[in-house]
């Protein structure tokens, strides 16, 4: 029976393909639990995952990057690859980002986003709006709370998302930060109020995800598998769990 079972698991990996996907660097602790889920249903699929901000994962793609699917945090960036042809698909939904401060100190945020004039705030980890959604997004929230002049000298900007969340934890005093990323089990020591609150989405237009499918890559019907898994119902759910607007 042993014997059986490895010549089985044996003869699946040799039948195993892998593809590789782009991912913006919000979705890094999601996009495990979707791969998972993902790889349960298609165990012969293997999943390569390669993180970075939406603008640097475009650049790549268009200076042809080896990647066939793209998870962007924003829509502008697919939109952009499917006007230039490069992607095959036009982009859709797949998820809505959502803005939140996050201090390792524990804070009073009744006033929102207001929290970040206090004296004892130095310094504060925003995204480059020019690379990273979700800088843009926070640039906007700060605009329209009339703060983004006044709190320029204070940020530190990260590349990605995920650069801006490192700040946040180890660096700075408090940083704007995708909300998805507050809901991985290592965070689960911070308390929502205390430590993190959701900016009011009043402030920004929250962010349009988009996904689309590239060109010029074998395995495009394991691409397309992962490309329908990503908007079915329980990809929903995963994404759902993780703090994004569905």
């Known amino acids: 029976m042993k014997k059986f079972l490895l010549a089985s698991l044996l003869l699946a990996s040799l039948h ?22 993902f790889m349960k249903e298609y165990p012969n699929i293997n999943v ?76 504060i980890a925003i995204a480059n709006p020019h690379t990273a959604p979700y800088g843009k997004a926070a640039k906007e929230a700060l605009q329209n709370a009339r703060l983004y002049q006044e709190l320029l000298p204070k940020f530190v900007y ?31 020591h911070f308390k929502k109020d205390k430590n993190w609150v959701s900016v009011d989405k009043k402030l920004y237009i929250p962010i349009k995800q988009g996904i689309v499918l590239l060109q010029n890559v074998p395995n495009k019907n394991e691409y397309q598998k992962f490309y329908n898994f990503l908007l079915s119902k329980q990809a929903k759910m995963i994404l759902h769990h993780y703090g994004y607007i569905i």
Do not use: C, W
């Open 158 to 188: 990260g590349e990605s998302i995920s650069q801006t969340f490192s700040y946040t934890l180890r660096a700075t005093d408090i940083g704007i930060v995708a909300q998805s990323l507050l809901y991985s089990p290592k965070m689960a």
């Open 16 to 37: 195993a393909s892998t593809i590789t996907i782009a991912v913006a660097a919000n979705v890094s602790f999601a996009i495990e639990s979707l791969k998972t889920a």
């Open 48 to 123: 390569r995952v390669i993180l970075g901000s939406s603008g640097k994962l475009t650049a790549q793609i268009s200076n042809g990057a080896p990647y066939g699917l793209f998870m962007s945090a924003n829509m502008a960036y697919p939109n952009a690859l499917y006007k230039q042809g490069i992607a095959i698909t036009k982009p859709v939904i797949y998820a809505k980002g959502a803005l939140a401060l996050l201090s390792v100190r524990e804070r009073d945020f009744t006033k929102g986003l207001a929290v970040l004039t206090n004296a004892n705030i130095h310094k």
